[in-house]
């Protein structure tokens, strides 16, 4: 929510942004933080990297995609 915050008091808090679209973000980013503790619990229980390269594998595109969209400033947001 920072990022947002930022963004929208650079832009004068005119480029608006749908409560649902917000909403979707935050849970993503939720899942995701859920999704790498718990590779991280897994690694630990395994004794093993197998977890945390599968978490890496499957969100790393999902993350890529949400590092160079609109409001990143990244190639995509051009």
Known sequence: MRNRTAVDEAHG???GRPVAA???GLATST???GFLEGA???S???RGARAPTT???EL???LGAAATGPDSGGEAGR
């Open 13 to 15: 808090f005119g480029t």
């Open 22 to 24: 917000a909403t979707v």
């Open 60 to 62: 790393g595109p999902l």
């Open 31 to 33: 899942a995701s933080i």
């Open 40 to 42: 991280v619990l897994l």
């Open 55 to 57: 978490a890496s594998r």
């Open 44 to 46: 630990r229980a395994e």
